[in-house]
């Protein structure tokens, strides 16, 4: 969800209304926005659409709102010009398609190159999945001798000066040196696309960085010159729709570029309206109730469509810079956003249903209350845990599933067995008045080859004790346990490398082994750091459930 | 003071055995096989008696009473009082019988020595012997709090959710479970999810080191999102429009939300149906007071042909009411890739003020369909661990899951 700062001052000249903090509240719903905070003049927005970024600037969102005063589909000019950009069969592979524009006749302020340099990192950011499917670069044309060239070159051909630094740079320092070129230098390898003028003066070197020369924006330029890149031309008709909507917003006028290809060439950008057509009845069939075909046509009106009815449809035009319609329902969803959430009336549910609980948390809840009676406080762990713990500290070894790139080594395995976490606990309380019993019913996550996941999930209990304790006391806890569930179930001698030998049991039933019960060996209190001995039981519970 | 012995508890109940053998042959001599047959083992024991008092003969192989003795009637009533303390001959025979012992002698001498004191302790010498009423029971500090003593408890998060479950099971849902483990495709592609979606990116879900990639289902289902993706199949959608990608879809991942459960559950569901799930999620996020090492979702969905925007909200309110306590709400538009139209509601908590309660929506066809389901689906999740932390008065969400055995055995269970 993307989040913005936008000016109250600032909202309001684009609205053209000065609105109230109060006001905006309710209107910026209409924005599918949410005020979060204010900050003085500074209101903190949450963008709550992730697929529309034309939502994404005060000039999105004042431009949602003027529509409830002044509706109806805004209107874009572009006009023509002789602005060529020339696309290398170099980039082929590295960063293939470009669309731009040239938008004249800006008056540039704090404000606005404030929500310039937001929208444009927003839509990179967010939209863009962190420059690699959009990078966006806005130049200064003053400082450009058109026709550009976009290519690609290796790292030896080609330096300039990256924004805000003083001495020349090779692309592979620019990656190495640059904030940017660190932060999004993972983005390329041996081939570096660039823009490049006439005279050989370097644009940028999407998607890391603009040069010194020309990617400066100041509030002395009047003209600036807008390419996007990436690899899907979709993505960036949308990115170079938004930003210079935008831009228009604030009385800028457009200019087409026309972008030649190897065999193609597309002149960007195109802002003709987009077409669709709904239903009424599935208008009033989403809605629950009985609009008539001219409200709905208002609805639209004040959402920013062009809206006609045709028998029982109605045709819309919306503005080229929405990309998110794919079915009427996007549409609906505005008419009922325009008719207002709240004025609507909730609904009770007409059908009745039966309610129930999963047959294992059914037996898991029985399984709880006997623990409980036998005086074990229960535990709530992590399904994540790391091997250190899970094994190395048990004395045991074993294959765990394992998360790539974990945010934290201390969360990268899924637990294979519960004991750990009671030692965890026992290890955490050592000041806590002894003895200490504790349990846990929870799921461990086991690979499994056979499965469609690789992987299934097992439900086990784990319990233990410590304190002044002995073998005898898990024993009778156990037995208590089984003899409380009804089920047959026998010891014998057993061996667990986390538990004493000669003080080590397997739990049978029938010829099915559920699990251990034991000592725990002093060499894993040593690892927990622990001073009193430790008894504990683990079964699996599935044997259980299918009983 | 004197007790009967087992045997003579029975006795006393069905007559002495020599009592009986005399009521058998009163009316005439009986043959010796019928008398034993009657009497059983205590035909020996009858007919030593009625010996040694003289009062039965043997003729020809018949039992005939010669007399009744006095002796057999009065150890017959002997039996009926043995409380007295006076010691008769007859009690000295039923003593040497075994019918009768003596009884309670110790306890009331054990007793006797508290008659006239203040005693600590009422002990069951004391209550069987009666001297309680000749002795003064000390006073106990009544008043003074009792010892303290911890006991077995759930741990108060589980017993937390678990009121949810109970909630939602009055509420008319049904409880799904899901796996840990997921394919992207559960995850993200059922729920039509684009592939090349921001949210999909490394930084946002988990992937598994080793193996990557696991099955996906076959057949019809397959080619359905496939097409939903690529061009909106049959379901009047235009689609995303780009080239789906199965081995992208057969990734495994951890769980990232409880919706994955909810769309495995579309493809076998009741019409109407209403299921829930409180599945545990996994997420990249920096840990911290308000993001967990892994969290509860508490989510769902209502699959219904009368289903439609009024009664989303319908359903949502009723949460409010029921989880929050609240009686008003706030609703807001909202975004998820799976739902058209989406919602966020705000509920008026009596004491936390207004809170973000829950998102929901209505399923995208371009998701439902694909899995099969033609009616409209509502599904929705809960922000439930916010008022379990306002509950168990936690500030900090890694609080929930507490190891702290002090806290745990201080918490409060109502």
Redesign the interface.
Known sequence: MPTIDVSHKDLCGLIGRKLSIEELRDDVMFAKTELDKVEGDVLKLDIKDTNRPDLWSAEGVAREIKARYSPGLPKYEVKKSDYVVNVDKSVEKVRPFTTCAVVKGLKIDENMLSQMIQLQEKVAGTFGSNRREVAIGVYDVGQLQFPITFKSVKDKDISFVPLEFKEKLHPKEILEKHPKGKEFGHLLKEDFPIFIDSVGEVLSMPPIINSDFSGKITEKTTDVFIECSGFDLRFLNTAINVLVAALAERGGTIYSVKVNYQKTSEVTPNLTPKKYTINVDSVNKMLGLTLKTEEILVLLKKSLYDAKQKGKKIDVLYPAYRQDIMHEDDVIEDVIISYGFNDIEPEELKTITKGGISKEIHIIDKLTEIMIGAGFQEIMSYTLTNVNDLYARMNTDGEAVEIEKPMSANWSVFRTSLIPGLMDIFSKNRHVEYPQSVFEIGNVVLADNSRETKARDVQKLAAACTGNVSYETISQRLDAFFRNIGIDYYLKKGRHDSFIEGRTAEIFVGKTSLGFIGEIHPSVLNSWDLENPVVAFEIDLEFIFKK | MYVLTEEGKKYLKKGLPEKRLIELIRDGPVEMKEATQKLGKEFSIALQWCKKYDCVEVVHGKLTLTKEPKEIEDQQNGLKDVSDDKETSIVETLISRKLVKKGGEDLLKRAEKYKGQEVTSLNTDLIKSGVWKDVKLRPYNVESPGKKM??????P??AFL?DV?KK??????????G?????EFWNFDALYQPQ?H??R???QT???????N????GGALLDNVKAAHEN?WT????????KWSPEKASR?M?RAHGTATSARTLTNC?I???YFSIA?C?R????DATH???FNQTEGI?V?E??????L??????FAIEFAGAEKV??????Y?FT?????MSAKHPELGWVEFCGAG?F???LTQPLGVDVPVIAWGLGIDRLAMFKLGIKDIRDL??????L??KQVVV
């Open positions: 911890h006991i077995g408890k759930r741990h998060y589980n678990g479950r939602l099971v009055e509420l008319g849902f049904q409880e799904m479970i796996p840990t483990i997921e394919l090349n921001p949210s990116d490394w930084t988990y992937s598994l080191k080793s193996p990557k696991g099955d996906l289902p909106g379901t009047g959608s235009i689609g995303w429009g780009y495994l951890p009741k109407p149906g209403r545990r996994y990249p996020d920096v840990i967990g090492v892994e209502v219904d009368t289903l439609n925007f009024r009664s909200l319908g359903i949502l309110k009723k706030k609703f807001f538009p909202d975004y890739p058209e139209p989406s919602v966020q209505v995208r066809k371009e899951f507490s190891q702290n055995l002090d745990l055995r």
